[in-house]
């Protein structure tokens, strides 16, 4: 699983599993643009680890839900890097807050759409231009994608769904041209996601009720998106990989 000379870019490399994924994807030799849009001191933190480590990394701001400035993303990646860029982590997103369906506005419903759809739409479209045969996208869908999500997720369950969709919609209209694109969607993952989101009694109950009795860890699902970006896993496109100990069988 070696990416010696490829260039990545990893939406929301600053925490948890972006941050994994960017880490990862460095130590297989990757040169890695680490985007966040608020967490400037994660994303650092992140480039102290694959620098100390030996690896090359640019930190680059960017609101992924902006046209604007995901183009600015990738042309300064393709500054620092090259002109090509062989793999795209989409793992942007996010719930903002739990509201039942009388409770969600359409304020609401765009920023949750935007954050994990739209976002993953317009890097997406951004990075293909400078991909060719042999390059990769893995999107990070979500149980919930497939599940309708726990109480108060109606919206980002049905924006992982189409993120889910999207990824096979594009490995279709990529394929042709070399392109894999895939998808995770990871069950419960022990992240500032569930701590901010998720009470301690839900998540304990999870964990007792999945068949490996625990929480998944951020590095999981950096090792499942490494491995799809990789070209160990050259013949799987399309594909939306369940990585949740078993809870919810697809």
């Known amino acids: 699983m070696q990416a010696t000379q490829k260039t990545a870019i990893v939406t929301g490399g600053g925490r948890d ?4 994924v960017a880490v990862k994807l460095a130590a297989t030799g990757a040169r890695v643009c680490i985007n966040y849009a608020h ?3 994660g994303a650092r933190r992140t480039l102290e680890r694959i620098e100390h480590a030996g690896g090359r990394a640019i ?7 902006r046209a604007s400035e995901v183009e600015a993303m990738v042309a300064a990646t393709r500054a620092a890097f090259g002109e090509r860029i062989d793999i795209l982590v989409n793992v942007a997103g996010g719930l903002i807050a739990r509201k039942q369906l009388a409770e ?5 419903f765009h920023r949750v759409m935007d954050l994990n759809m739209t976002s993953t739409f317009l890097v997406t479209r951004a990075v293909v231009p400078y991909m060719t045969a042999g390059a990769a996208i893995v999107n990070f869908a979500s149980q919930a994608g ?4 726990g109480p108060g997720s109606a919206i980002y369950a049905a ?6 969709t999207f990824t096979r919609a594009m490995a279709k209209e990529l394929g042709p041209r070399g392109i894999r694109v895939n998808a995770l969607c990871c069950g419960m993952i022990a992240t500032r996601f569930h ?11 999870v964990a007792a009720a999945t068949p490996l009795r625990r929480e998944g860890r951020a590095q999981e699902a950096a090792d499942a998106a490494v491995y ?8 799987i496109n399309g594909a939306n990989l369940d990585v949740n100990g078993g809870t919810f069988l697809s």
Not at 17 to 20: C, D, F, K, L, M
Not at 228 to 235: E, I, K, W, Y
């Open 159 to 164: 924006a992982k769904g189409a993120v889910m």
């Open 104 to 108: 969600i506005d359409e304020v609401h």
């Open 228 to 235: 799809l970006a990789s070209d160990a896993a050259s013949f």
């Open 195 to 205: 701590d901010e989101f998720t009470k301690p009694e839900v998540r304990a109950a």
């Open 39 to 41: 967490d400037e001191a």
């Open 17 to 20: 599993i972006g941050s994994e």
């Open 59 to 65: 930190v680059h701001r960017a609101d992924v839900t």
């Open 146 to 149: 497939r599940d309708g999500g």
